[in-house]
């Protein structure tokens, strides 16, 4: 519908005519700011913890903080894999080495209270929230 | 000819005083939509409606998705 607004647009006589093309499903799923009609309903990015343990690729896993799973994220904060805390592989190698790539991840507008309620059924602990490019914004802990 | 613009040069274009339209229907408007957003429906589109536009200024349409 928007690229027949835009040329609608131009037709009218504006000069600069712009098409965000995927459109507002990708400004919700990247959190970002929006006026909501049912502002009741929680999603993930209203339940993140948005500084959990993160780590560069290269970090020896022995400098890696004990007993929490740590996020491996690449230098433009996109996730990729997480180390587990049981640190599978020993403490010589690095957190590239060692994490298990490509967890599972949701969007920032994913409804909060039904992923919590797959979180319980499966024992999923934590969710990575991440924008569709992958950059991570936090983690939804079960329960919270 | 409109150029099809991402998130991020969307929000560069509107920190750079760019206006925002949302050409869904107006539940669809109600229901969400990007903060600062205009609403102009597309079948509501003509010269009347878009007067309320700067001409002066770019404008970056959306709707909910590609589809």
Avoid at chain 1, 3 to 26: I, T
Avoid at chain 1, 41 to 69: M, N, Q, Y
Avoid at chain 2, 44 to 67: F, S
Wanted: with cysteine; proline share 9%; charged share 25%.
């Amino acid at each position: 519908m928007s690229p027949r607004a835009a040329w609608r647009l131009e037709r009218l006589g504006f000069g600069h005519v712009y098409d965000y093309v995927v459109g507002k499903v990708d400004w919700m799923a990247a959190g970002l700011p929006t006026v909501r009609a049912n502002t009741t309903e929680r999603r993930a990015i209203d339940g993140v913890d948005d500084a959990p343990p993160s780590c560069a690729p290269d970090t020896p896993v022995r400098d890696l903080t004990k007993g929490r799973s740590i996020i491996v994220l690449n230098a433009s904060g996109i996730v990729l894999g997480r180390v587990p805390a049981s640190r599978p592989g020993g403490p010589g190698r690095t957190a590239e080495e060692v994490m298990q790539p490509g967890p599972t991840t949701v969007r920032a507008n994913e409804p909060l209270d039904p992923l919590l309620a797959r979180m319980a059924d499966r024992k999923v602990a934590e969710m990575l929230v991440t924008t569709p490019e992958g950059r991570l914004l936090g983690v939804v802990h079960a329960g919270s | 000819m409109p150029t099809g613009v991402d998130r991020f040069e969307v929000q560069r274009l509107v920190a750079a005083g760019a206006q925002l339209v949302e050409v869904l229907p107006q539940d669809e408007y109600d229901e969400e939509h990007l903060e600062g957003a205009i609403h102009l429906p597309l079948k509501q589109l003509g010269t009347e409606t878009a007067a309320v536009l700067d001409r002066g200024r770019p404008v970056i349409v959306y709707c909910w998705d590609t589809l």
